[in-house]
């Protein structure tokens, strides 16, 4: 494939991974590419990390992905307005905002929230190991995380099921990747979302209680930062950054590891490993590929001229597997030292969940390792993943699997 010319292929699907290391080793590794959304892309770890630490000159007043489709509707389309919005918003809004949820988002928070995770991880492994072909996804992978926000959030439990299916409506419209055929299924589900979320808003300034949605409603007033429509926002961004990312690190970090039974068997030897092993899940196979920045002047990155007001997209995903900074890069290596890879984002917009995503895998994989002896894919599985349509979040669909337990 050229690589100036990329198209969404199954086989790119299947593994970019080359087409990653194509662009990344180009004499040009910083290139213009129309079939990605006009965007100048940028593969190299040392031309991204300083640019994400330059928020003056790499604005993230842009949006994630495509531009959300027309068709969505102006009903729809304003809650994609930057406003007063985390991710899309540059200092000193963003450090005003930032330091406003954080307070959700604190070390002893987190920790505290390890007995319940791990109940519930328990609880889902219960299920899956009950079953002779389990779907890792759908047993795990999936629910946990949606769990541990929803309770954040204060969700009726009945509610989640819905939660997930919000979530991926809202990943999916400014996926520039999103089939046009999806787009009344997610048109039904983003008016669904908003309409519970004006609904718990509204329930909770009549009556507020020990949730993550009346702590932003209380905290929003006291300091005049955040309208009702921007506390919607605000936990839309929870709900999605609060599940996706931790469903693909598992998904992904468990395809790793079956894939390399040396790994595994390093794991099964000496469980302590498994927050190492985390670290590299997230530098080989991240869960989200890429973050987006526009330029506020014109700048010279990689050796290509960039112009002003020109979309940028890091491909976190290809400096996770540089070699000039990880050495064999695309081998997967659980006692590597893989710090420096850039998966949960760099700068002033590093994820602020990322202790509770590391919280969440690590839990889930002790408990796993705790039950399981091997595991293995189910006849037809391997060789078959469903990575999904998107080049901008990444993780199995589903992954059925065969477990011997000890």
């Known amino acids: 494939m050229n690589p100036t010319n990329p198209m969404l292929t199954p086989e790119v699907l299947a593994n970019p991974y080359p087409f990653y290391a194509a662009l990344r080793e180009s004499t040009h590794p910083v290139q213009k590419l129309e079939a990605l959304m006009g965007c100048y892309v940028v593969t190299r770890h040392e031309d991204i990390v300083p640019a994400l630490r330059n928020p003056a000159l790499f604005s993230s007043k842009t949006t994630p992905g495509g531009r959300p489709p027309e068709e969505l509707g102006e ?11 985390l991710l899309f918003n540059d200092p000193p ?6 330091t406003l949820v954080s307070r959700a988002f604190t070390p002893r928070r987190i920790a505290d929230l390890e007995p319940r995770i791990r109940e519930l991880a328990s609880g889902l492994l219960d299920t899956l190991l009950a079953r002779e072909e ?10 946990l995380p949606v769990i541990v926000i929803a309770e954040m959030l204060g969700i009726e439990p009945e509610r989640r099921e819905d939660f997930k299916r919000w979530s991926d409506a809202v990943v999916q419209s400014t996926d520039f990747s999103t089939d046009k055929q999806e787009l009344p299924r997610m048109i039904a589900d983003l008016r669904d979302l908003n309409a519970y ?15 993550l949605i009346s702590a932003l409603l209380e905290a929003g007033e006291q300091e005049g930062l955040l309208a009702p429509i921007e506390v919607i926002a605000f936990t839309r961004l929870l709900l999605v950054a609060g599940n996706e990312t931790t469903t693909n690190l598992l998904g992904n970090g468990l395809v790793a590891l079956i894939q390399h039974p040396s790994e595994w068997e390093k794991l099964a030897a000496d469980p302590s490993l498994i927050p190492n092993a985390i670290e590299e899940m997230l530098r080989y196979e991240p869960p989200a590929h890429a973050v987006f ?6 700048t010279e990155l990689g050796g ?16 996770n597997r540089d070699p000039r900074k990880f050495p064999e890069p695309d081998r997967f290596d659980i006692t590597r030292e893989a710090q420096g890879h850039l998966s949960f984002g760099h700068g002033i917009h590093f994820c602020l969940g990322a202790p509770l995503s590391r919280l969440e895998a690590k839990v889930a994989f002790e408990e796993l390792f705790r039950r399981v002896r091997r595991v293995s894919f189910a006849s037809g599985q391997e060789g078959h993943i469903d990575w999904g349509g998107s080049l901008l979040l990444r993780g199995p669909r589903s992954l059925r699997l065969r477990f011997e337990r000890r």
Not at 93 to 98: E, F, I, K, V, W
Not at 135 to 143: S, Y
Not at 197 to 211: K, N, T, V
Request: charged share 30%; no cysteine; hydrophobic share 35%.
């Open 93 to 98: 809004l963003h450090t005003r905002l930032r």
């Open 134 to 143: 389990p779907d890792f996804v759908t047993d795990l992978a999936e629910p």
């Open 75 to 85: 009903d729809l389309l304003r809650y994609f307005q930057p406003g007063n919005s």
């Open 293 to 298: 920045r526009e330029t506020t002047a014109d």
């Open 304 to 319: 290509q001229v960039v112009p002003k007001g020109s979309r940028v997209m890091f491909l976190i995903a290809a400096a």
């Open 197 to 211: 979320l004006e609904g718990a808003i509204e329930r909770r300034r009549q009556q507020p209680r020990e949730d």
